[in-house]
């Protein structure tokens, strides 16, 4: 049957970033789809409730603090979820933080800090699993893109070009790692209402712009990610990697 390919039933996964955001809507969705779960964030305490829900679902969770911008806790992290569940069939690096001002003002701190979070540590995420799922000859890989990845936009210069920087990883990626059965693709969310985003819709007119870009005319919600991860993450998607896929309400097509 078609619809057990979609199953992640005796799977797991690890979801950073998950204390916030997309990042929790993904790992919820992952979890109502059969996964157990590794929950990474640099703060653990907004975790907990999560983690009750996963518990909930009668699924296995792990709480993990873990700075991922340094590639030395990554180690760490992968350690710990192979001590605890065996293996790791699934990551989603959801991790990412934001500095708003002009590119001529932003500084050598803005830019080691945003590239440190968006870019460095999805990479080195990517190898520390990719040599689990290397030896297991399977694995799906999830990395969150942006509209900054194919567009500009004024006064995020830095965090386009992380952004970018994920969006090509995620096809090298892909290429390199296809012998081995490893699925590589990245989601792009357009305007998504999260603590990320929270500052830009004080504005309102800048919201009001945002949703008249919006064919759909709303802005998403992390929910609306929810069918994209889960099917990049099963079987049923076996044969796709490589791609850049826009969850976006039409954004990239108007």
Known sequence: MVLEKFSLKGKTAIVIGASRGLGQGMARALAEAGADLALVARTVSPLDELAEEVKGLNRKCLILPNDVSKASEIQIMVNRVIETFGRIDILINSQGTQVRKPALEMTEQDWDGLMSVNLKSVFFSCQAVGREMTKQGKGKIINVASLTSVIGLPNISVYGASKGGVAQLTKALAVEWAPYHINV???????????????????????????????????????????????????????ITGQIIPVDGGWLSS
Not at 194 to 206: C, H, P, S, Y
């Open 185 to 239: 693709n990245a989601v792009l969310p357009g305007y998504y209402k999260t603590t990320l985003t929270a500052d830009l819709f004080k504005n309102e007119e800048r919201a009001k712009w945002v949703i008249s870009r919006i064919p759909l005319g709303r802005t998403g919600l992390p929910e609306d990610l929810a069918g994209t991860v889960v099917f990049l993450s099963s079987e049923a998607s076996d044969y």
